[in-house]
C-alpha cells in the first residue's frame, strides 16, 4: 500500500537534483506538447523521449512495471475501444449492425493511447524523482499558499497510514466472523459498515491530535513564515528549462502559426 | 518431515505449529519455522521486543495471516483449510486498538456483532451476549455507545465481543496498554477467572510484571525466532536471554537477583514470595 502511494525513490541522478519547480513546469509542458502533437509518429518520438528520462532516472523496472501496469491496461482498452465508438473515415474493414471499424479510427484509437502513455510516464517521472516534500515546497514557491501545501504535504503523508488502518480493521472485523465479500450487493455494502465507521472515527481522532500538535508547534503564528531550506535554480536547472520551452514552443509554432500538419 | 492434520494427537493440544513460517510481502521474514503446542486450559504469555514477531504469530493462530510455509493445527485440523470466520469461533483474536472494532451505537449490538455473525440461533445469541457483558462487567453501560466510554471500558467490550463469540481460545493482543493500575488489574483478574473456567489464554504484552503475576507459562520471541518457552520463574532468572530481546524482568525479579549473594533464590516472581524468603534468609523473624 505505501508503495504504491508514495512513488518516490531515492537515487542521485539529474533528475532528482533538477529544482522541483523545473520539474513540475517541464512535465506540464511535455503534457501540452502531447496535446498538440496529433502525428504517431512524432507522439512515438515523444515517447521514446520520455522513456529515455525513465532510463536516464534510473527507474527500477519493478516499480515502474507495478505503477504502469495500469495506464497499460488503459491504453489496451483505448484502442478496443475507440473504432467501436468512431464510425468515421473510411475505409471500413468490418461492420456489424450499426457498428463500423474503420482504418483511420484504429490509428486514432493508438494514437490516442500513445498520448495516454506518454502523459501518465511523463507524470510518473516527476513523482518518483520527487519527494513529497520537495514537491509541496516547489508548488509553494510557483505561488500556491502555504496551508495549501501543508494540507496537500498531510494528506499524501497519511494515506499510507490510513491504508495500514484499513488493513488493520478489516482484520479486526475479520476476527469477530465478519466475511466482507459474502452475501449479495446490499450485504455486503453494509458489512463495509463494520469497516468505515471505525476509519471514520480514527481519522477524526488522528485529525484531532495532529492540529494540536501542529498548534503546539505555533503554526500559524505569523503570515510570513520563513524556510529552513530554500530552493535555488543552478545553471544546468535553466539549460534544462530552456530545452524543454523550446521543445513546446517550436512545435506549437510550427503546428499554429506555420500551419505545419505535424 | 511435517506431520499431517490425522498425526497430530487431539486430546491435549488445541493449538499446534509445525515450522511455521511467514514472510511479509515486502521480503521480511517475521517467523523462521516455529514449533509450539498449546494445551486447553494454558495462560501463556508471549513476549519479546517491537518486531520480534509475536503479533505476527497471533494472527497466523486464527488464520488472519495464512503461513508461507508450514503449518497451524488447530484442535487438530489445518488452519490453512479453515476460513477465519470458522477459526474465530475456536480462536478469538482482540487487537491492541479497540477503536479497530467498535462502530455500532450501543455496547450491547457490539457485543452481538460477533456470534450473530458466527449464525448462532436468537437465544444463543442472547446468552452468550449475557456471558460476556457479565464477565467483563459491562452490565451498567451496556445500552451506552461504546466510542463514549473510557479507553479501559472501551477495551472490555471489544473484548466482550470475542468473548461472545464463545472461543476456546482467547488471544489478548497488549490489553494493559494505556490502561490505569486499577482498569488493568481488574481487566486481568477478570481474565484469570475465563482461564479457571477453561479458556486457553495467549497474552501478547511487554510488562513483565503482568507476565510475571498471571502466566504460568511464557515464550520469549526476538527475530522471528522462539528463544524461550518456559515458565514464568525460568524465565525471569535468565537474564542473558532477557537481555538478548530487550525485555526487563520485573522489579521483584530484579531485586532477587540483588539480594542472590544472601541465599535469596533466583527465580521469585511475586512480592509474596520475596517476602517469604527474606523472612526464611532473615532467621524466621
Known sequence: MGGFIDLYTEADTFLHRMDPRVKIV???????????????????????????????????MSRTLFALKFVFRFMV??????????????????????????????????????RVGCLATVWYILMFTTSQRDLVRALVKLGVRFDFGLTLAISLRFLPTFGALIDSIKDAQRARGLELSKGGLLKRSRNYVAVLVPT???????????????????????????????????????????????????????KFVMQIDI | MIPSANTIPQEEKIISTRNLKFTYEGGVQALHGLNLDIRYGDYLAIVGGNGSGKTTLAKTLNGLLRPTSGTVFVKGRS????????????????????????????????????????????????????????????????????????????????????????????????????????????????????????KTIIL???????????????????????????DCRGVFSDLAILGESSLEPPPVSKLAHRLAKYGIPQDVVSAEELVFQLMRSGGGG
Open chain 1, 26 to 60: 517541464s512535465v506540464l509542458m511535455l503534457s501540452l506538447l502531447a496535446f498538440v502533437l496529433t502525428n504517431l509518429n512524432l507522439l512515438l518520438l515523444l515517447l521514446a523521449f520520455i522513456f529515455l528520462l525513465l532510463l536516464l532516472a534510473r527507474a527500477t
Open chain 1, 200 to 254: 471514520i472515527v480514527s481519522a477524526l481522532r488522528t485529525a484531532d491530535t495532529l492540529s494540536l500538535a501542529l498548534q503546539s508547534r505555533a503554526y500559524g503564528a505569523r503570515a510570513d513564515r520563513t524556510y529552513l531550506r530554500d530552493l535555488t535554480m543552478r545553471p544546468s536547472d535553466y539549460v534544462a528549462l530552456t530545452v524543454l520551452v523550446l521543445l513546446l514552443v517550436l512545435p506549437t509554432f510550427a
Open chain 1, 77 to 114: 482498452l483505448i484502442v478496443i475501444l475507440w473504432p467501436i465508438f468512431d464510425p468515421s473515415g473510411s475505409p471500413v474493414l468490418a461492420s456489424l449492425g450499426p457498428i463500423k471499424i474503420t482504418e483511420p479510427a484504429i490509428w486514432r484509437g493508438v494514437t490516442s493511447a500513445v
Open chain 2, 204 to 230: 501478547i504484552t511487554h510488562d513483565m510484571r503482568v507476565v510475571a503475576e498471571n502466566a504460568r507459562r511464557v515464550i520469549v520471541m526476538s527475530n522471528g525466532r522462539m528463544i524461550l518457552d518456559s
Open chain 2, 79 to 198: 488452519a490453512s483449510e479453515q476460513k477465519v470466520a470458522e477459526l474465530a469461533k475456536i480462536v478469538g483474536y482482540a487487537f491492541q486498538n479497540p477503536d479497530h472494532q467498535l462502530f455500532c451505537s450501543s455496547v450491547e449490538d457490539e457485543v452481538r456483532f460477533g456470534p450473530e455473525n458466527l449464525g448462532y440461533s436468537d437465544s444463543e445469541v442472547r446468552e452468550k451476549v449475557e456471558r460476556a457483558i457479565e464477565a467483563m462487567r459491562l452490565g451498567d453501560v451496556r445500552k451506552l455507545p461504546p466510542l463514549s466510554l473510557r479507553l479501559g471500558q472501551r477495551r472490555r467490550v471489544s473484548i466482550a465481543s470475542i468473548i461472545a463469540m464463545d472461543p476456546q481460545v482467547l488471544i489478548l493482543d497488549e490489553p494493559t496498554t494505556g490502561l490505569d493500575a486499577g482498569e488493568s488489574q481488574d481487566l486481568l483478574d477478570r481474565l484469570k477467572v475465563l482461564n479457571a473456567e477453561g
